[in-house]
């Protein structure tokens, strides 16, 4: 690939990089992006379900649509881009230096990959609170991780995606609620029309702000406020490196751009290579009876 070794020269001189993910490097693990042609759940699109206006006329329906993304995500796994994340992450840990992932994925596979320290813009599918609680941050109290599968019985045998399947009108008080019955849980994910939490936010550009690397993968730079970190960071003189599938509309102010999968660009890049074999036989290892991670 050219521009390689501009890159990695780029890399040996920095002392603190910030890599921005985005749902490209989830889709390359199988995870729909819920986006155009095809995008559809049923017959909605995500951008009618994810919404607080939605959850309050039919948490039903929008507890539905997430538990089928639930039950998606619950048989995908790391793919080579996170294992190579999770490497330079550990390499440039033992060289003192630091690197910090921020990502606008709600999967939560750069954890499983082996990712510390992970921002969370969007929060996670796999956390929940009570539909009053304001912030997304898991503190294991107002908002905790809960894997089971189904997060409720009422969910079991249902949420398929397909169009002529109709809504399982469940009734409310079957769905997740607090252990006291009281309050009405949801997922902790920021939805269309809601706000950050804003501890993430101030961390987030507390991050951009200290960096002398960025590194954008997987994204197409059109949400906000992730599509401002990109040139946040350039207009402030410091290199800016894009890894995504097409260009896009911030590729012109990166010091250099790369075409292609992440799980194929991402070991060569970053040199570790070598490094991600190990984890990825580390990862087989660990998930005896499953199938191994992706290599695209």
Known sequence: ???????????????HIVILTG???SAESGIPTFRGGGGLWRTYEAQELATPDAFRKNPSLVWEFYHYRREVVAKCQPNVGHFALAALQRKLTL???????????????????????????????WLLKAVDEPGFVEDGVKVWEDRSMPVAPCFAGKCQPDPVVRSSDI???ALPHTRNGQKLL??????????????????????????????????????????SFAPLVAEAGKPV??????????????????QGKAGEVLPVLLGVEEEVTGLVQDWAGKTTNTRPPRKN
């Not at 690939?1 to 002392?15: E, H, I, P, W, Y």
């Not at 490196?241 to 790369?258: G, K, M, Q, Y």
């Open 23 to 25: 749902a490209g490097i």
């Open 1 to 15: 690939m050219k521009g390689v070794a501009t890159f990695q020269k780029l890399l040996a001189s920095a002392r």
């Open 186 to 227: 949801r997922p902790a994910v920021v939805w269309f029309n809601e706000g950050l939490d804003p501890r993430v936010l101030t961390g987030a550009y507390e991050l951009l702000n200290a960096c002398d690397l960025l590194l954008v993968v997987g994204t197409s730079s059109v949400v906000y406020p992730a599509a």
């Open 171 to 173: 009734p409310t008080s």
């Open 95 to 125: 060289q003192g230096k630091r690197m910090d992932v921020i990502t606008q994925n709600i999967d939560r596979l750069h954890q499983a990959a082996g990712s510390t320290d992970v921002v969370e813009l969007h929060g996670s599918l």
């Open 241 to 258: 490196v894009e890894v995504n599938l097409d260009p896009t509309d911030h590729s012109n102010i990166c010091r250099l751009a790369f």
